[in-house]
DNA sequence: CCCATATGTTGACAGACGTCGATATCTTGG
DNA sequence: CCAAGATATCGACGTCTGTCAACATATGGG
């Protein structure tokens, strides 16, 4: 296991509307900010950052290595960026690829509105 | 004092590239962080989310107490949202008003990029 | 002037979080 | 099959964070 399952995390659900819209209710405050508590840490910033910039749009596990954290610790902020939705993991052979979500970056972006 | 300083605080530096373009050096995404911690709680989503979509583009502290915590807490939430550089406020009489900082969403979604 | 109202500050506490070393699991090559 | 490499899990530790009650500060009205 370790690996995205293909039915759940990977979906993306609009969530909630763009704050400057309308008021947010407790429930979708509350969802939102597991996606903004994924990325509130520099290492997993920089993480969804080389994944996200990656040629083909996904990086193998030792390509994100070079972040300053011990490998468990890599492996439990991937953990988390999965668990957000924010990220999807394939497993090829020794290997595990890691790639942006479809939508999740949009979709965050969108709850930020871009009109101010 | 409580309020925020005409010189810092309100300004809004480019920070960081989209995360899609380039991978975030240490600094960057520590940088880039900050904001997103300050994001990173429903509470203080709900307070964006209400002086955002204020008419006037501000709100009272007093139209903000209504979030599910005390008093204390919402002035506490409001002093993260200002320090992150998020909000703005003013001071009119016995009354605060918070505004959302100019530039301050846009610069968050330009580092989200809204190109996946 | 003093009191009620509005907002911010302080100190304390429980729980969440980031980090690591040790270890487990899985896969491939020999 | 067994050793080596890649990745995940576990358990422990220190620190950060959200929360509140109590208090402090400031403003305007009577």
Redesign the interface.
Known sequence: MGVTSPTAESLVVPCCPP??????S?EQ??S??VM??A?????R??L???V??AEGGEACVCDLLDV?VAQPTVSHHLKKLREAGLLTSRKQGTWVYYA?A?????S??AI???S?
């Open positions: 704050i400057t819209t309308s008021e947010l407790a405050a509350e939102a900010a903004f508590k990325l509130a840490d520099p290492v910033l920089r969804m950052s080389k996200a910039a300053g942006v479809p939508g999740a970056l949009t965050m972006a930020l509105d871009a101010r």
